[in-house]
């Protein structure tokens, strides 16, 4: 049985999308990558489009992105919950605006 919001059921859940493949689709190359070898901005765009697509198919995709938000800014890495680190660096900092506009409100 799944718990709302309870990752680590879902942690050790196989039936996720991103069990069993390769990390690179997920967090890019390694930073050791000869800088030859490194992704360019077009390929990394079609990596995080292929990464969001298995998200978007994934049940968990609510648990897994409010799992990664609660991390916190500096612990954002790859595309995960549907999101790059970047897009979910915005939503942090978008919802502790927020979190200022309503103490100053109330
Ligand atoms: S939302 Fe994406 S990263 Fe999170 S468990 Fe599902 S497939 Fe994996």
Do not use: Y
Not at 16 to 42: K, N
């Amino acid at each position: 049985m799944l718990v709302h919001n309870d990752f680590t059921l879902i942690d050790i859940n196989e039936s996720r999308p991103c069990v069993g493949t390769d990390p690179e689709l997920w967090f890019g190359a390694p930073d050791d990558t000869p800088p030859h070898l490194q992704e360019t901005r077009p390929s990394m765009r079609r990596r995080e489009s292929v990464a969001k697509a298995m998200c978007a198919r994934c049940p968990f995709v609510v648990q897994c992105l409010e799992n990664e938000l609660e991390h916190g800014l500096g612990e954002q890495w790859g595309v995960r919950g549907g999101m790059t680190a970047k897009e979910r660096q915005d939503v942090i900092r978008a919802r502790r605006r927020q979190a200022v506009t309503d103490v100053e409100v109330a």
